[in-house]
């Protein structure tokens, strides 16, 4: 535990130090918002909703993911390659990009509400949506930070992690989309249970695949 409070305060600490990256992610998320609305003006239904928010979402954790690796150089990965294993390096990193991804996404449903209000929320069950937010988030933030990983050791650049990441997040973001909704049109827990169950699952494949794999990775 206390190399993964290390790791994860080193997570931290660099995005600190990078707060235009930080800040033009959040930039991203505003303006992709805002020219809904421009679009738009009004959504007409709950489907459009979900759609227009996870479309801002994924586009967001992407563009907050390409830095995961890159950020370090190879001194440095060889420097904590000596410190600990590949596993810890892999948990914060995952654990610590599935909070920003979900926090970042907050922040998008919160622009949402801002711009075209609650008219078509009067169903919603808002415990159900907060949960699918934090669920799918999460899941595409641990999803495309081993992508990055592959992607940066690969030597293919970022372009490459949008290349592998969509394909692999399909199944995510369906059942993601489909929660949602179901949440927005009044569905109750056990109606909804389904959908909750597979994120649930895809959630924890996904970080234990990671963590499998990363080592094998890492050693190249």
């Known amino acids: 535990m206390s190399a993964f409070r290390a ?27 805002f020219v809904c609305y421009l679009s738009l003006e009004r959504i007409e239904s709950e489907q459009v909703w979900g759609g227009l928010m996870w479309i801002t979402g994924l586009f967001t954790a992407f563009n907050a993911m390409q830095k995961t690796f890159q950020q370090e150089g190879g001194g440095t990965q060889l420097y ?17 990009n599935a909070l920003l991804v979900a926090v970042l996404n907050v922040v998008s449903l919160f622009f949402f509400l801002l711009f075209f209000g609650d008219e078509m929320l009067g169903k919603t069950d808002f415990y159900q949506l907060f949960s699918g937010l934090i669920l799918g988030s999460s899941g595409l933030g641990i999803t495309l930070t081993f992508v990055s990983g592959l992607s940066y050791k690969s030597g293919a650049g970022v372009g490459l992690v949008a290349i592998l990441g969509f394909p692999v997040i399909i199944p ?30 895809l959630n ?12 094998y990775l890492w050693r190249e």
């Open 7 to 33: 790791l994860w305060k080193k997570e931290l600490l660099l995005e600190f130090r990078q707060k235009h990256a930080l800040a033009g992610i959040a930039m991203y998320v505003l303006a992709t918002v």
């Open 80 to 96: 904590l390659y000596s410190l600990t294993s590949p596993r810890k390096i892999m948990l914060a990193k995952s654990l610590y």
């Open 172 to 201: 995510l973001l369906i059942t993601i989309v489909r929660f949602t909704t179901g949440a927005m049109i009044g569905l109750s827990w056990l109606e909804n249970g389904l959908n909750l169950l597979v994120l649930l699952i």
């Open 204 to 215: 924890g494949s996904a970080l234990l695949l990671s963590l499998l794999l990363f080592p």
